[in-house]
């Protein structure tokens, strides 16, 4: 059974091909930079925004895992028209694994709502495919929200929260839904732990040992408030095994 592997350069991406890589199958990369250890996989070019490349990058594959996005940049053109482009040369697969976001539909932000968009695309199209909802990784969090503190702060929306997920724990999770088939929308893929931003930023202090202090503010709009009442977490979900706490400290190895 042939497997593309759509953002074969990204985060989950790598964590994929790590996986795979002690695994029997039989695996196709793509993306449009060539990940520094693609391991004993071959890796063609493609590119979502233009389409460049799509043919080659689907020729003989029977299952795709799309990690292939692009939030800041684009975002429409490639993680919804891309997709529906993508689609249209994916008739003859068996399945689709689409790596999706916890609570998209009920937080107001915009790269949330093309997710929303792109899921129904799928759901709309003749292609089998399985959409499981993840929560964020949780190396999002240490690297967009507590990645810069200022003059020794974090200044941070410190009681919103999070259940941040190891990304190694989801790709696994992902891999184990190639031998199930197809299921359409399955339950969320959620982290060990919910916690606030303060919580987990603390934990970095601890953790690394670091000068810093949360200053912890408020934040107006809807965004902050869905953030605050937990939206992109699922309690009943709590599936992951590594802790953000371990996260932090396998990064200290
Ligand atoms: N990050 C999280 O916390 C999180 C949580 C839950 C679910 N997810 C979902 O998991 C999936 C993967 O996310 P990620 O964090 O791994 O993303 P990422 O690190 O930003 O990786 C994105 C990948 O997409 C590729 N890409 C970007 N533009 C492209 C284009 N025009 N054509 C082809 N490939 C393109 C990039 O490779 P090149 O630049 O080399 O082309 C890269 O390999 C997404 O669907 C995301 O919504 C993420």
């Avoid at 063609?44 to 299952?63: I, M």
């Avoid at 940049?73 to 790596?99: C, M, Q």
């Avoid at 359409?184 to 670091?210: C, Q, T, Y």
Wanted: proline share 5%; glycine share 8%.
């Amino acid at each position: 059974m042939k497997i593309l592997i759509t953002g074969s350069t990204g985060v989950l991406g790598t964590a994929l091909i790590n996986q795979l890589t002690s695994l029997n199958y039989d695996v196709k990369l793509t993306s449009r930079r060539k990940p520094e250890t693609p391991g004993q996989f071959d890796w063609v070019y493609s590119d979502l925004f233009s389409g460049d490349g799509l043919d080659e990058a689907v020729k003989n594959v029977e299952v795709v895992i799309h990690a292939a996005t692009s939030p800041l940049k684009n975002a429409r053109r490639i993680d919804v028209s891309g997709l529906e482009n993508l689609l249209t040369k994916l008739e003859h697969i068996k399945h689709f694994i689409y790596p999706s976001i916890v609570g998209i539909e009920e937080i107001p932000f915009k790269y949330y709502k093309l997710k929303c968009e792109a899921e129904d695309l799928l759901k709309n199209s003749s292609i089998p495919y399985t959409i499981v909802r993840a929560t964020q990784f949780h190396g999002f969090v240490d690297h967009l929200l507590l990645s810069k503190p200022l003059f020794k702060r974090y200044i941070i929306p410190g009681s919103i929260k999070f259940q941040s997920v190891d990304v190694g724990d989801f790709a696994n999770h992902l891999i184990g839904l190639i031998e199930k088939g197809p299921q359409g929308r399955v339950d969320d893929f959620g982290g060990p732990e919910i916690m606030s931003l303060s919580e987990m930023a603390n934990l970095k202090i601890n953790v690394n040992n670091e000068p810093n202090k949360i200053v912890s503010i408020a934040l107006p709009g809807k965004l902050y408030k869905s953030l605050l009442n937990g939206k992109n977490t699922n309690n009943m979900r709590q599936i992951g095994r590594v802790t953000f706490e371990e996260y932090l400290r396998q990064k200290l190895d």
